[in-house]
């Protein structure tokens, strides 16, 4: 189980690190937002390894179908299938100085700590955290978002309210609508 | 198998981190507000898979995962909003480039 465990973990984790460059540099946009679906999925994925089965049929449901449906929609509504080979191309000199100066950053704070590593290889060694089996389950998940964040969980109800009546408000405000009704 | 290459807490906190930036490089260098909005949700998604780790490793009563909920919440309000705005701003544009955006600047 440990080996599977191990192995699910690390090529789902390759593959997202891919997908997620291909998303953000393939110059295509509707290959991106294929890319972007590829890779909200295997976040859920992660999270079923995490024993979060709930979150992870969240992540599927909300990002990965919803958002790539709004997307695709919106860029269909636009019909900007031409290739889009514009970035905005910071001037590699930026890159290189931020990579100095971050570099030299590190080494100073490392010699004065006299740990390059920053603690990391304490970290490492350490098997003290465990994976529990059953951390966030259905029951628990609504337990603690009725009892401890209720209020959040109305504050949000709330501002959902809101955006619903700024969209509403934002698509009555396009100057096509306003023109037909000066006509009439 | 060694037990570095075992996930742990600290290798989930490494792929978000990675994600993370990832999802911050999209944000600068493109230009097409479609990518941008990707680029963001690859971000928030990175958080929630910070929270997720932790709420696993370390939390009883699963905030994190609750949390989870929320940002997938605003997310979603997020992306509507955003759709929203591009689609009437961008109504008699050519393209949804970043840089037609210039009816903001006053």
Partial sequence: MELINTISFWLTAVFLVITTLLTVFIPKIFYSIFFGFVSFILFGLLYFLLNAPFNAAVQISIYGVAFSVLFVISVMLYNTIKDERKYLFISKRFFLTLFGISLIVYSIFGILRQDMSFGLKEFLNTNDYMLSDSSASLQIIGNTLFTKYIFAFELLSLLLLIGIVGVLIFVNKNPKNQEVKENE | ?106
């Fill in chain 2, 1 to 106: 198998m060694s037990s570095i290459l075992s996930p742990s807490l600290f290798h989930y906190l490494i792929l978000s981190a990675v994600l993370f930036f990832i999802g911050i490089i999209g944000l600068i260098i493109s230009r097409n507000l479609i990518r941008v909005l990707i680029s963001l949700e690859i971000m928030m998604s990175s958080v929630n898979l910070n929270f997720i780790a932790f709420s696993s490793y370390l939390d009883k009563d699963g905030s994190g995962s609750v949390f989870m909920l929320f940002i997938s919440a605003v997310s979603a309000l997020q992306v509507a909003l955003a759709l929203t705005i591009i689609i009437s701003v961008f109504k008699d544009k050519p393209d949804i480039s970043s840089e037609e955006l210039e009816e903001l600047k006053g």
